[in-house]
């Protein structure tokens, strides 16, 4: 096997290996995508609260379509997820403050993310590129090669 060959083989497995993570990279930016509508709409829902009075009936999403009558409460308390199904009770402002430093933290991964994705497929377009190359030449010195292997040029 040539040089030339190795060359092309193993760029043909880099590739796939970089096409693994451009998909995983996606993924990952589409995850954020939704986090960051989910705090987007927390955030917005409790702004909104702030604005109505006490024992105002509203509907409540449950799911699938189906939501519940029920009546505002004391906005000044609300209940924030920590993590791992561990809530804790703070203060209506220290809740939005909570939601707005995670959504400027999925903004940086989502920038982050991006940057490096478009790296990533800079990269992959490149080895492409070698690879198309390789395969071109090795191709063009089969056709030579045969030429010469059969009387009269045929």
Known sequence: ??????????LVDTLAQVEQQVRAWEAQLETLAAVRAEIWQA?????????????REMLVPVGYNTSLFA???????????LG????????????LERLQSRLDEVEKATRD???????LQQ?????????EALYAQA????????????????
Do not use: N
């Not at 702004?47 to 006490?54: A, I, S, V």
């Open 1 to 10: 096997m040539s040089e030339d060959e190795d060359e092309l083989k193993q």
């Open 43 to 55: 955030r917005t829902t409790l702004d909104g609260l702030q604005e109505e009075p006490e024992g």
């Open 71 to 81: 009546s505002l409460g004391s906005q000044e308390r609300v209940l924030t997820g």
């Open 84 to 95: 791992s199904r561990v809530y804790m009770e703070a203060p209506l402002e220290q809740a």
């Open 113 to 119: 993310y991006r940057e490096s994705l478009a790296q």
């Open 123 to 131: 990269q992959h377009a490149q080895l492409r590129e070698r690879a």
């Open 139 to 154: 191709e063009a010195a089969k056709e030579v090669g045969s030429d010469f292997l059969l009387p009269g040029g045929r």
